[in-house]
């Protein structure tokens, strides 16, 4: 088949590599019909992740065909419709008996690399690393799914693939981000961020009670469709200060909540740390560009609360606990718990609540996602969200 394989920081291609096929009984294999890339793949991209390998598949945003299924899977069959979460969760365990399924103790080969690194290994993901599974992505043309009665989400009715699609990923991530930030009736929320995952917050925070949404970029088109689609007032950062603008708009008070989803390649808004954060990354000394989470925190109101959506790698430097200690911050971040909003989101597209494919900039052949890795990194051509069709 032919697949989107990373072969080195900056370093794709569509090669042909081997069919996947059934491994454990609990698997399937779909036949993709859509398949997105995300922000996460850009740290992969970038060189941002570690244990990454020459010849892996990437993608985790994927839906399609049930083509084949395991002999111990009873929720599929051949012919299903299914949208496949990023998250591998086994279904059984302590976390996913308590639906933590991005803690599932059971779907990281890589475990005991991760448990050096972390002290505790989170689960499998698609096409993220062998420190997270060294599981094939989705940006391919067949996918092996294990674990296919707990992760895929079956559309039965009539739905195109790309109101459903972000079920994989960023319309949940964007949903628990919102749920994390413990959203009181008409609390101001600030966003960093107007990417994919944001404008998904955005609605969610809507969704979710807030009263006033600010959402803070410097790209234009993402600002614009922030305010078009997300109704947020937006900042730009580049020709605005964050901190004061938001103080302004607050009457002195900060935002209530505050929500991290650009993560660990923030880019550098002038601030002393985020040059320093450059240069380290560049030599290997830092994994992350840590600039919104510190501004964030620097930024909420007293005993407000920060979430994280956005993704960090390792350790970062400067980290403000200070400041969220004395300020009585709560910090709230992980992977999504996908498994644990595919229903309940299912619904809310179904009835019209939301239709996330407002995202959707470029739709494009699986053949040109080398150029629209570029592009959508480069945010040229207007690129907010790339679909791509195997
Ligand atoms: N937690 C999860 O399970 C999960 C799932 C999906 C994505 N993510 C993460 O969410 C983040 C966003 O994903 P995306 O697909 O929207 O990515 P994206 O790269 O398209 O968007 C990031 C946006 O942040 C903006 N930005 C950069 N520096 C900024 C700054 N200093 N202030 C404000 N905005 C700034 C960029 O201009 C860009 O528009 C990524 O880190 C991604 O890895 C996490
Ligand atoms: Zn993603
Ligand atoms: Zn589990």
């Known amino acids: 088949m032919k697949a989107l394989v ?4 900056y370093n794709v291609s569509i090669d042909t590599v081997p069919d996947p096929v059934i491994q454990e009984p609990t698997d399937a294999i779909i036949k993709i019909t859509s398949t ?3 922000g996460s793949d850009l740290h992969l991209y970038d060189g941002y992740q570690p244990a990454m390998e020459d010849g892996d598949i990437l993608g985790h945003e994927p839906m399609g065909i049930v083509v084949e299924v395991g002999s111990a899977v009873t929720k599929l069959k051949k012919g299903d419709r299914v949208v496949v979460p990023f998250v591998i969760a086994c279904g059984h365990c302590f976390f996913c008996s308590k639906t ?7 779907t990281n080969p890589d475990a005991e ?3 050096k690194l972390m002290g505790h290994s989170p689960a499998g993901l698609f096409g993220f690393s062998h420190l997270l599974g060294g599981y094939a992505g989705g940006q391919a043309e067949y996918l092996r799914v294990p674990h296919a009665d707990v992760g895929p989400i079956k559309i039965e009715s009539d739905l195109p693939d790309e109101k459903v699609l972000f079920l994989s990923d960023i319309f949940p991530t964007g949903y628990m981000a919102a749920e994390n930030a413990e959203i009181e009736p008409g609390d101001t929320v600030a966003v960093w961020g107007c990417g994919p995952v944001a404008q998904m917050c955005i609605q969610s925070c809507w969704m979710l009670g807030a009263g006033r949404v600010i959402a803070i970029d410097r790209v234009p088109e993402r600002l614009a469709m922030a305010r078009t689609q997300g109704l947020a007032e937006t900042i730009n950062f580049d020709e605005q200060d964050v901190y004061e603008t938001l103080n302004a708009m607050t009457k002195g008070r900060g935002p209530d909540r505050c ?3 650009v993560g660990c390649e923030a880019h550098n808004t002038g601030g002393i740390d985020a040059v320093i954060d450059k240069v380290k990354a560049s030599v290997m000394l830092a994994t992350d560009r840590a600039h919104v989470i ?4 620097y930024c909420c109101r007293k005993a407000g609360t920060v979430s994280v959506p956005g993704v960090y790698v390792g350790m970062i430097d400067k980290f403000p606990l200070g400041q969220a200690m004395n300020k ?5 971040g992980g992977q999504t718990h996908v498994q644990r909003y595919g229903q309940p989101l299912l619904k809310k597209i179904e009835e019209g609540a939301i ?6 900039t470029h739709k494009l052949p699986l053949e040109d996602a080398p150029g629209a890795y570029k592009t959508f990194r480069d945010k040229e051509d207007g690129c907010i969200k790339v679909v791509l069709k195997p």
Request: proline share 3%.
């Open 328 to 332: 009585g911050l709560t910090i709230k």
């Open 294 to 297: 510190r501004q964030a925190i």
């Open 259 to 261: 929500i991290d989803a």
């Open 113 to 115: 690399k991760a448990r």
């Open 36 to 38: 997105a890339i995300c």
């Open 100 to 106: 933590l399924f991005s803690a599932c103790d059971t």
């Open 6 to 9: 990373w072969h080195g920081k």
């Open 355 to 360: 239709d996330p494919s407002f995202v959707i």
